[in-house]
């Protein structure tokens, strides 16, 4: 089977920019996680989707991030305006169908921003 | 507060000798109980799930609800299994909660 696909690999951008990350989970899987690693640290989690709809976003910082799965498969991250601080690895992954089963990670994006 | 501790950011070991990767969690309800792994510049990765009892790898992780503990062990270490390894909470099927990893160091 197909992986979680993301893109792009790596960005830089400046503070105060935008960026955007697009998500593709294993076909059928009902469920996308959209998780932040900033280095040395574990993933934490950023937002949950089952379906289209949001089942935990307690931790996105929602002045400047936002996130939507449309159809209920592939996923968008935005972070506008950006901070030093998102510098970090953004890794999707998604699970079928509860977290029960694990998880199955993309290869992530690295964001740097200076 | 759900929480995953993992006490050792590094751990160094020769070939061939065992390696035990600890892992300590708060929860007050029923977990469930996962390693994954991240070799050098691959994708992190879902080793082995307390639930299956299973071993992947020569790895074995016993859940230990007295300690709270689900430790990581394999008897005699490779140089292959050199990784990032994280341990990670689930909790009501839906919320996973990972820890801050441990880098395992096979030396030759």
């Not at chain 1, 089942?55 to 968008?76: C, H, I, M, N, Y």
């Not at chain 2, 065992?18 to 992190?44: A, D, H, I």
């Not at chain 2, 230990?64 to 689900?70: A, V």
Request: charged fraction near 20%.
């Amino acid at each position: 089977e197909a992986g979680v696909a993301q893109s792009p690999r790596y960005k830089i951008i400046e503070k105060r920019q935008s960026v955007a990350f697009w998500c593709n989970p294993i076909s059928g899987h009902a469920t996308l996680y959209w998780y932040q690693q900033i280095l040395g640290q574990g993933p934490k989690l950023l937002i949950q989707f089952q379906n289209n709809g949001v089942v935990d976003d307690s931790q996105l910082p929602k002045d400047r991030f936002s996130a939507e799965r449309l159809k209920g498969v592939d996923s968008t991250l935005k972070i506008q305006p950006a901070k030093l601080e998102d510098s970090a690895v953004y890794l999707c992954a998604s699970s079928f169908p509860t977290a029960n089963y694990g998880y199955t990670f993309g290869s992530g994006t690295r964001l740097t921003v200076v | 507060a759900q929480r995953v501790t993992q006490p050792e950011k590094l751990l160094s070991v020769f070939k061939g000798a065992p390696v035990e990767l600890k892992c300590n969690y708060s929860y007050s309800g029923s977990p469930e109980l996962f390693w994954y792994v991240q070799y050098s510049r691959q994708r992190l990765q879902l080793l082995l799930r307390h639930i299956s009892r299973e071993s992947i790898k020569g790895f074995t992780a016993d859940l230990n609800k007295g300690e709270t503990s689900f430790h990581l062990k394999k008897p005699f270490a490779q140089e292959e299994d050199s990784a990032m390894y994280y341990c990670a909470l689930t909790t009501g099927g839906f919320k996973t909660i990972f820890g801050a990893g441990t880098r395992l160091f096979v030396k030759a």
